[in-house]
């Protein structure tokens, strides 16, 4: 079952634009929620992250806005640049038994900036 | 200092055969977790090691097992391998307590022929 859904499968904007990825997730009991870059040949690097909280958080270019009510949130990329190209994955996190957490991710969007 | 390491970064298995897959986690931590990411998707969950014991286990079949070391490095094992084994695995590790930050490496990509 996927718990966590999320749109676009790919995305193309021009270069300044701004690119936005929306992911919605199912299990209310998520308390974290990252979002990932990963470049090819690459693993995931953390871009951001929100807590449930909070309602919206700005780092540099990157925003995630997020609905706790609507349980969905989105990663907005002001200022689109050529070198921000790469595959993003949203997250979430659930308190497991132990002191660590386990990720439950997005399948992915494509994003492709062109100069 | 050194980040999440994987080794090999390659690896070509036959149907039927077993492999090992190691993971050394950034120094001071002592969590441990693995994912399998099928070209196209997002990396699944498979296994989270803390303090050398399993914390927590993903949907697969027990031909994937796994362990931590007291240095806290770590091995995947998968058995009997599939055609569907096929994937980038990935090792994350991160401290313990709030910081939920996990750090992954740059995967071992393994093609089942």
């Known amino acids: 079952q996927q718990q966590v859904k999320q749109s676009p499968q790919s995305l193309i904007v021009q270069k300044g634009g701004i690119s936005i990825i929306n992911c919605a997730y199912e299990?209310?009991?998520?308390?974290?929620f990252p979002w990932y870059q990963q470049f090819p040949g690459k693993g995931p690097a953390l871009l951001i992250a929100?807590?449930?909280?909070?309602s919206e958080k700005k780092e540099g270019r990157f925003t995630i806005s997020f609905n706790k009510s609507a349980k969905q949130f989105s990663l907005h990329i002001m200022d689109s640049q050529p070198g921000d190209s790469a595959t993003y994955f949203c997250?979430?996190?659930?308190?497991?038994?132990?002191?660590?957490?386990?990720?439950?991710f997005g399948s992915g969007t494509q994003l492709t900036v062109l100069p | 200092d050194a980040g999440v390491t994987q080794s090999p970064t390659h690896l070509i298995k036959t149907r039927g055969q077993h492999v090992t897959l190691r993971c050394s986690p950034i120094?001071?931590?002592?969590?441990v977790s693995w994912y399998q990411q099928v070209l196209g998707q997002g990396p699944q969950f498979i296994f989270q090691?803390?303090?050398?014991?399993?914390?927590g286990r993903g949907n697969f079949p027990d031909r994937f097992s796994a362990r931590q070391f007291p240095n806290y490095s770590s091995e995947l094992n998968v058995n009997a391998l599939l055609l569907g084994d096929s994937a980038l695995y990935l090792c994350?590790?991160?401290?313990?307590?709030?910081?939920?930050?996990?750090?992954f490496g740059q995967g071992t990509r393994l093609t089942v022929v």
């Open positions: 994350a590790s991160s401290r313990q307590g709030m910081n939920t930050e996990a750090f």
């Open positions: 090691y803390y303090e050398k014991e399993e914390r």
């Open positions: 299990n209310t009991a998520f308390d974290y």
């Open positions: 929100i807590r449930p909280d909070v």
């Open positions: 997250a979430a996190t659930l308190i497991s038994s132990g002191s660590a957490r386990q990720l439950t």
């Open positions: 120094s001071g931590h002592k969590s």
